[in-house]
C-alpha cells in the first residue's frame, strides 16, 4: 500500500497526498534554443510526461528560460546550482518550482532569500541531497557516502526550511548505486512525511540504465515509497517518460499506454514474427489506452497463454486470428486480420 504523503503542487499538479505517483523529466537541450526545447517538452507531454525540468546554469539564460516556461503545456522545475540570485530570477521568469542542494548555495542567509521568494511566488521547492552532495559535516560523521549519511543531510536541510516556515518541499535522495539509493528512500519515509521524488541519478545508457533505475525504483514502488519518479537516462527525455509508464504500469500502478504481451522467439514460428511485431508494437503504443494487448507468434502461445489480454492477434501457417480474453472470434489472412486488428483497437 502506497504511502500517503504531505501534499504540496507544482505548478497546478498535485503532488503527495491523494494524488498518482506523476511522471517527470528533464529537456536536453540548450536553453537557447528556445523553440526546439518547447517542442522537445511537448513531445514528452504526448508521452505522458507531466513535469518538466530545465537546467539553468547562468543569468545569461534567463530571457530563454522565461521564453520556453511561457510556452510550456506542464509546469517547469528550474535546477539551480550555486547562485541564489539566479533561483530567485527563476521564479520571476515563471517557474514552478526550483530543484537546490542546499548544501552548495554558500551561507544560510541566501537559502533563507530563496525561501521568500518561494513564498511570495507560491513555488515549491525539491530539496536535492545525493551522494556526491552530502554536507561535509555529516560526511565526516560516517567517513563515507552512506545511505545514513544521505538521509540525515537531508533531514537537517529540511529542519532549516521548516524553522523559516516553509514546508512546501519535496525531496529526492539519489545514488548511482541501487543499494544506497533503496536504503536511503527506506530511511527517510520512515522518518518524514513529505513527498518523495525517487530515481538513481546517472543511471547509464540504454539498456543499463533502464534496468538499474528499474530494479531500484521498483522495489521502492512496491513498497509504497514515491510520488514523482523519473528514469534517469543517457537517452532523450522522451524515452525516460516511456520507460517511467512501462514501469508504472507493469506493477499495476498507473497506466496509460496499452500494455503489450508478445511471446519469445522459437522454432515454432511459422511467420516473420519479429518482422509483424515490428510493424505491429508502433501501432499499439499509439493508443493512449490503458488495457493489456498481446502479439502471439503460435496457436501454442496464442490464446491460451494470453487469455487476459483485452485484445489479441497470433499467427499460424499463413493464418492470423483474433481473440479477446482467450477466446477467437475472428481467422483469416494475414494482413487482413491485422488491419482488423488495429482497426478494433481504433474503434476501442
Same mark, same amino acid.
Given at each position: 500500500?502506497?504511502?500517503?504523503?504531505?501534499?504540496?503542487?507544482?505548478?497546478?499538479?498535485?503532488?503527495?497526498?491523494?494524488?498518482?505517483?506523476?511522471?517527470?523529466?528533464?529537456?536536453?537541450?540548450?536553453?537557447?534554443?528556445? !523553440?526546439? %526545447?518547447? #517542442?522537445? +517538452? &511537448?513531445?514528452?507531454?504526448?508521452?505522458?510526461?507531466?513535469? =518538466? $525540468?530545465?537546467?539553468?546554469?547562468?543569468?545569461?539564460?534567463?530571457?530563454?528560460?522565461?521564453?520556453?516556461?511561457?510556452?510550456?503545456?506542464?509546469?517547469?522545475?528550474?535546477?539551480?546550482?550555486?547562485?541564489?540570485?539566479?533561483?530567485?530570477?527563476?521564479?520571476?521568469?515563471?517557474?514552478?518550482?526550483?530543484?537546490?542542494?542546499?548544501?552548495?548555495?554558500?551561507? !544560510?542567509? %541566501?537559502? #533563507?532569500? +530563496? &525561501?521568500?521568494?518561494?513564498?511570495?511566488?507560491?513555488?515549491? =521547492? $525539491?530539496?536535492?541531497?545525493?551522494?556526491?552532495?552530502?554536507?561535509?559535516?555529516?560526511?565526516?560523521?560516517?567517513?563515507?557516502?552512506?545511505?545514513?549519511?544521505?538521509?540525515?543531510?537531508?533531514?537537517?536541510?529540511?529542519?532549516?526550511?521548516?524553522?523559516?516556515?516553509?514546508?512546501?518541499?519535496?525531496?529526492?535522495?539519489?545514488?548511482?548505486?541501487?543499494?544506497?539509493?533503496?536504503?536511503?528512500?527506506?530511511?527517510?519515509?520512515?522518518?518524514?512525511?513529505?513527498?518523495?521524488? =525517487?530515481?538513481?541519478?546517472?543511471?547509464?545508457?540504454?539498456?543499463?540504465?533502464?534496468?538499474?533505475?528499474?530494479?531500484?525504483?521498483?522495489?521502492?514502488?512496491?513498497?509504497?515509497?514515491?510520488?514523482?519518479?523519473?528514469?534517469?537516462?543517457?537517452?532523450?527525455?522522451?524515452?525516460?517518460?516511456?520507460?517511467?509508464?512501462?514501469?508504472?504500469?507493469?506493477?499495476?500502478?498507473?497506466?496509460?499506454?496499452?500494455?503489450?504481451?508478445?511471446?519469445?522467439?522459437?522454432?515454432?514460428?511459422?511467420?516473420?514474427?519479429?518482422?509483424?511485431?515490428?510493424?505491429?508494437?508502433?501501432?499499439?503504443?499509439?493508443?493512449?489506452?490503458?488495457?493489456?494487448?498481446?502479439?502471439?507468434?503460435?496457436?501454442?502461445?496464442?490464446?491460451?497463454?494470453?487469455?487476459?489480454?483485452?485484445?489479441?492477434?497470433?499467427?499460424?501457417?499463413?493464418?492470423?486470428?483474433?481473440?479477446?480474453?482467450?477466446?477467437?472470434?475472428?481467422?483469416?489472412?494475414?494482413?487482413?486480420?491485422?488491419?482488423?486488428?488495429?482497426?478494433?483497437?481504433?474503434?476501442?
Amino acid at each position: 500500500m502506497r504511502k500517503i504523503t504531505r501534499e504540496i503542487k507544482v505548478g497546478n499538479v498535485g503532488i503527495g497526498g491523494d494524488n498518482p505517483i506523476r511522471v517527470q523529466t528533464m529537456n536536453s537541450l540548450p536553453l537557447n534554443q528556445v !523553440k526546439e %526545447n518547447i #517542442e522537445q +517538452i &511537448i513531445r514528452t507531454v504526448e508521452y505522458g510526461n507531466e513535469i =518538466i $525540468r530545465l537546467a539553468l546554469p547562468d543569468f545569461d539564460e534567463i530571457g530563454y528560460f522565461k521564453g520556453i516556461t511561457k510556452h510550456s503545456p506542464i509546469p517547469v522545475i528550474a535546477d539551480i546550482h550555486f547562485h541564489y540570485r539566479l533561483a530567485i530570477e527563476a521564479l520571476k521568469a515563471g517557474a514552478s518550482a526550483i530543484r537546490i542542494n542546499p548544501g552548495n548555495f554558500g551561507s !544560510k542567509r %541566501n537559502l #533563507e532569500e +530563496i &525561501i521568500k521568494a518561494s513564498k511570495d511566488y507560491q513555488a515549491a =521547492i $525539491r530539496i536535492g541531497v545525493n551522494s556526491g552532495s552530502i554536507d561535509k559535516k555529516i560526511l565526516k560523521k560516517y567517513g563515507e557516502r552512506s545511505a545514513e549519511a544521505i538521509v540525515e543531510s537531508a533531514l537537517e536541510y529540511i529542519k532549516f526550511f521548516e524553522d523559516k516556515n516553509f514546508f512546501n518541499l519535496k525531496v529526492s535522495l539519489k545514488s548511482s548505486d541501487i543499494y544506497t539509493t533503496i536504503d536511503a528512500y527506506r530511511e527517510f519515509s520512515k522518518k518524514s512525511e513529505y513527498p518523495l521524488h =525517487i530515481g538513481v541519478t546517472e543511471a547509464g545508457p540504454i539498456p543499463e540504465g533502464i534496468i538499474k533505475s528499474s530494479v531500484a525504483l521498483g522495489t521502492l514502488l512496491m513498497e509504497g515509497i514515491g510520488d514523482t519518479i523519473r528514469i534517469s537516462l543517457t537517452a532523450p527525455p522522451e524515452e525516460e517518460v516511456k520507460v517511467c509508464w512501462e514501469l508504472l504500469g507493469s506493477l499495476n500502478i498507473r497506466r496509460k499506454f496499452p500494455e503489450i504481451i508478445s511471446c519469445p522467439l522459437c522454432g515454432r514460428a511459422t511467420v516473420n514474427f519479429e518482422r509483424r511485431l515490428k510493424e505491429i508494437i508502433p501501432e499499439i503504443k499509439k493508443r493512449k489506452l490503458p488495457i493489456k494487448v498481446a502479439v502471439m507468434g503460435c496457436e501454442v502461445n496464442g490464446p491460451g497463454e494470453a487469455r487476459e489480454a483485452e485484445l489479441g492477434i497470433a499467427f499460424s501457417q499463413k493464418v492470423a486470428f483474433l481473440f479477446k480474453k482467450g477466446v477467437i472470434y475472428k481467422r483469416g489472412k494475414e494482413e487482413e486480420i491485422i488491419k482488423e486488428f488495429l482497426k478494433t483497437l481504433e474503434d476501442m
